[in-house]
């Protein structure tokens, strides 16, 4: 969707380091916190989202895309579900 190979090389890498819009950033910050931390999310986190341009509805975008992807994972994990072979592990190892 990037249509930037490098770009999501980076990102992949560190989106922190990453070139990155301001808008995306945004997003990105908002999700690795709701991800890590959800207990800690307020108001001023949407906010921050909406200075960044977006709208209500694409907070609640993000919201459904980080929480179900939460759901998922933690579905997976529950069963025991095995990565597959080109996911690498936490260390960065395949």
Do not use: C
């Amino acid at each position: 969707m990037l249509k930037d190979d490098e770009l999501f090389a980076r990102i992949e890498a560190d989106w922190r380091t990453a070139e990155l819009s301001p808008p995306r950033r945004a997003m990105l910050t908002y999700s690795v916190k709701l991800t890590h931390t959800p207990g800690q999310m307020t108001s001023a986190d949407v906010e921050a989202l909406r200075e960044a341009g977006f709208t209500d509805r694409d907070v609640l975008d993000i919201v459904e895309v980080v929480g179900y992807y939460a759901y998922v994972n933690r579905i997976a994990d529950g069963l025991g579900v095995k990565l597959e072979d080109w996911v690498p592990d936490e260390d960065g190892s395949i």
